[in-house]
């Protein structure tokens, strides 16, 4: 598996949980000045909309985000995974060949993927949805994360080209942001903050995704690569700042719908603490009696509250 997904960057190794770029993009090892003027916890994301590891990641980071919101000020950055088609390395000539993996990969992480995508309507790069999501940060964050979000359900679960405006002005749309704003900052400055995040992904040494930078306001910092079990992510954050306190949350259904509300068995099994075969048999309950809304796929379901 390693030696052939080496150089394609959609072929991740499920070993090491990365997304790794073709080798002419890796530069050094991480560099330890990124910086924060804040007495909070730093971390700098680089994702792509359309890496199947970065959605193995989700419950990770969701449940971070639940238990670290208070110390750690997260920073999405874009990677740039499908510029185009013009390569054939790692055994892959084309679409089709994406498909079969990205079932492998669905199953390796236990989040719901089809990988029928390529065979059907294929992206023929990624940095549309990537230049997207950076228009949308100019509107709103919070936003932004939720676009994200959405974008990713489409191409993972729904088997939509996420490459094509339509469909990214329909989550635009859906997550509250200005359409028309969007459209215009995607043809405009947010192709600059594109390349910029590029720029810093080459300076920081970054060879795949996710990649994730933990920095406290000294300057110290630990890396974090790959799709890693939560106790990863969570030492970076001690490594750094022995005094931050855990964030106690509530993980009853209720609650946990509404902070997200769509959510995969093995996301509430991450937030709940719920062994994985009984949530999915509560979700399956919840959608059986009009609570929630089943989404299925070929390779697993999520759930969304109604």
Request: with cysteine; glycine share 6%; net charge negative.
């Amino acid at each position: 598996m390693k030696n052939e997904t080496a150089n394609n960057p959609l072929l991740c190794d499920i070993e090491t949980g990365m997304c790794e770029m073709p080798d002419e993009r890796v530069v050094t090892e991480p560099k330890d000045d990124i910086s924060s003027t804040e007495n909070i916890i730093k971390l700098i994301y680089f994702t792509d909309p359309i890496c199947s590891s970065c959605w193995g990641i989700e419950p990770q980071l969701r449940k971070l985000k639940l238990e670290y919101g208070n110390a750690i000020r997260m920073e999405y950055r874009m990677g740039g995974l499908l510029p185009d088609w013009s390569y054939n390395s790692g055994g892959i000539s084309g679409p089709a060949d994406v498909a079969g993996h990205w079932d492998e990969v669905s199953a390796h992480y236990d989040m719901p993927i089809d990988g029928d995508l390529w065979l059907e309507d294929p992206l023929e790069s990624s940095y549309p949805p990537s230049i997207a999501f950076k228009a949308a940060q100019l509107q709103d964050e919070k936003k932004a994360q939720l676009f994200m979000r959405d974008i990713r359900e489409m191409v993972f679960l729904k088997k939509i080209n996420i490459a094509k405006w339509e469909h990214l002005a329909k989550a635009a749309k859906k997550v509250g942001l200005d359409v028309a704003q969007l459209k215009t900052d995607f043809n405009g400055k947010a192709k600059a903050l594109f390349e910029d995040d590029l720029k810093l992904a080459k300076e920081l040494g970054v060879r795949g995704f996710p990649t994730l930078f933990f920095t406290d306001t000294a300057g110290n910092t630990e890396t974090v690569y790959g799709t890693r079990p939560y106790a990863f992510y969570e030492m970076a954050i001690l490594k750094l700042n022995l005094d931050v306190v855990k964030r106690e949350y509530h993980k009853d259904w209720q609650s946990l719908f509404q902070v997200y509300n769509s959510l995969t068995a093995k996301e509430y099994s991450e937030l709940s603490g719920t062994p994985r075969a009984e949530s999915e048999t509560l979700l399956n309950n919840l959608a059986n009696n009009g609570t929630l809304e089943k989404f299925t796929t070929k390779n697993g379901a999520l759930w969304t509250i109604k």
